[in-house]
């Protein structure tokens, strides 16, 4: 075989492949729910195979904190609100052992209605959390971002 030719089939391969890892990567609605979980558009999904498997477990992604309030694949064993603190964008976590949600920053609660527990630390005033719908298809947790 000549080199043009090696040369010229090996292109041939290299361009089957990436058309059909492209096709395969588009071929999805753009409103299906990411497997595994991830945010597409306004949703965000949490895969409980995985993740929030014991009460009190908590996880940030796409913008939404997500925490397991008890046992149970049902909507009501979760909150979904948003990650980040109102004040100043501070990070958000859920502390089981108060039963509440606490900024990472001036130290600010809330809690798991988004309702404002304490004051930022820092002589600052946060607001309300806003606390989003969640959803349940199998084992995927999804809320849905207004
Ligand atoms: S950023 Fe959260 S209390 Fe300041």
Redesign the pocket.
């Known amino acids: 075989m000549e080199r043009n030719e090696f040369i010229k089939s090996l292109g041939l391969g290299v361009a089957l492949i990436c058309t059909g890892s492209c096709l395969s990567s588009c071929g999805g609605k753009s409103d299906d729910p990411a497997p595994g979980g991830g945010a597409v558009g306004n949703k965000v999904n949490i895969d409980l195979n995985s993740q929030l498997t014991s009460v009190g477990s908590f996880v940030s992604t796409g913008g939404v904190l997500f925490v397991r309030l008890a046992t149970g694949n049902a909507t009501s064993s979760f909150v979904a609100t948003q990650a980040l603190?109102p004040?100043?964008?501070?990070t958000l976590n859920w502390v089981q052992a108060s039963n509440l949600i606490q900024?990472s920053?001036?130290?600010?609660q809330y809690n798991s209605s988004g309702t404002v527990l304490r004051q930022?630390n820092?002589g600052?005033t946060?607001s309300a959390l806003k606390v989003y719908s969640t959803s349940i298809t199998g084992t995927t947790l999804t809320a849905t971002i207004s």
């Open positions: 603190c004040h100043q964008g501070g900024c920053l001036h130290s600010s930022p820092d600052g946060t």
